[in-house]
């Protein structure tokens, strides 16, 4: 997700919006892929391996509603960013 708004202002700057598109599609369905994937492993209910020495991986830091957690909230975003570039064309 970061690298979206300098994409978006480099293209800005030099006028060329035409091969941002698939650029930011790209890098919208990738996040998505990796957001999901987190979300799925925060819910099953297999063992995760984590360090000792830092954060648990099994502990929902942020966990509204049943199934609102951060990677859920990303995965969210992705989506949104995909629609509105789809609408945008």
């Known amino acids: 997700m970061y690298p979206q708004p300098l994409l978006i202002a480099l ?8 091969l941002l ?10 996040g998505a892929i990796i957001a999901l994937y987190h979300y799925i492993l925060q819910k ?3 063992p995760l391996v ?7 991986c099994a ?6 509603f049943g199934y609102i957690s ?3 909230m990303a995965l969210t975003a992705f989506i949104i960013n995909l629609y509105l570039l789809k609408i945008k064309k």
């Not at 293209?11 to 035409?18: G, I, M, R, S, T």
Request: glycine fraction near 0%; include cysteine.
């Open 11 to 18: 293209a800005f700057l030099k006028k060329d919006k035409k």
């Open 21 to 30: 598109l698939p650029y930011l599609q790209l890098l919208n369905v990738i």
């Open 44 to 46: 099953l209910p297999a």
């Open 50 to 56: 984590c360090s000792a020495n830092s954060i648990s």
């Open 59 to 64: 502990k929902n830091v942020t966990f509204y």
């Open 70 to 72: 951060i990677p859920m």
